[in-house]
């Protein structure tokens, strides 16, 4: 069973580009989640996603970001017009319906996004 | 208001050493709570649950304890191989885990 797999593993854009991130869970989870640290801090929770739909977006900036997760195929996360700031690591992690176990979330290796 | 926090150290110990971590949460209904790994420039791992009746694995123990919202980590025998930064983590069902910024092991020889 693969576990979570995030590509690309390191991006580097140019500000004012656009940066896709994506993200495929584990088989068999069906619930996908955002996080962005920077470098020296914690993790901060950006979306949460389940197939087709958007649950919880509170952690996102409302401008720029997007993400979505659709019936087929990997989550994206969409940074549009990055600027220096958005340099981070954003992680992706996927856990399993409710019903099957509680909310144990696993890790990608991330995407280490860097705007010059 | 910080949700989760934690002593963010470092924690310098040598090699067999015992050392705990303590972690406090504000989210009295926060109903999971996990102890994560990370490694410098890796994505966290998840080390164990924590549950009201206290867990154990190999040298690792956790415990909560609700009345005071805190989880502890103890480690024992420290090896150089548990120098890492341990995340402490809340949750409620499908909802976003909320993590504590880290505390850092440095296991010395």
């Known amino acids: 069973n693969a576990g979570v797999m995030q590509n690309p593993r390191h991006l580097v854009r140019r500000r004012g580009q656009e940066a896709r991130l994506r993200c495929s869970p584990m088989?068999?989870?069906?619930?996908v989640y955002w996080y962005r640290q920077l470098p020296e801090e914690g993790l901060k929770f950006m979306v949460y996603?389940?197939?087709?739909?958007?649950?919880?977006e509170s952690g996102m900036p409302k401008e720029r970001f997007s993400a979505e997760f659709p019936k087929e195929g990997p989550s994206i996360l969409r940074i549009q017009q990055v600027v220096r700031g958005d340099s981070a690591a954003y992680f992706c992690?996927?856990?399993?319906?409710?019903?099957?176990?509680?909310?144990?979330?696993?890790f990608g290796p991330g995407t280490r996004l860097t705007v010059l | 208001r910080k949700e989760v926090e934690q002593d963010p150290g470092p924690f310098n110990v040598p090699e067999g050493a015992t050392v705990a971590f303590n972690c406090t949460y504000s989210?009295?209904?926060?109903?999971?709570f996990f102890w994560y790994r990370q490694d410098c420039r890796k994505e966290p791992k998840l080390l164990m649950s924590?549950?009201?009746s206290g867990n154990e694995d190999g040298r690792f123990t956790a415990q909560l304890n609700r009345a005071s919202q805190y989880i502890s980590l103890l480690i024992r025998d420290s090896k150089l191989s548990d120098s890492a930064t341990y995340l402490c983590?809340?949750?409620?069902?499908?909802?976003?885990?909320?993590f504590g910024k880290g505390t850092r092991l440095s296991v010395i020889a």
């Open positions: 992690a996927s856990s399993p319906p409710r019903e099957v176990k509680g909310n144990e979330q696993f």
């Open positions: 088989k068999g989870h069906s619930h």
């Open positions: 996603l389940q197939k087709e739909n958007i649950i919880d």
């Open positions: 989210n009295s209904a926060s109903q999971s």
């Open positions: 924590v549950y009201s």
């Open positions: 983590v809340g949750g409620q069902g499908n909802t976003p885990l909320v």
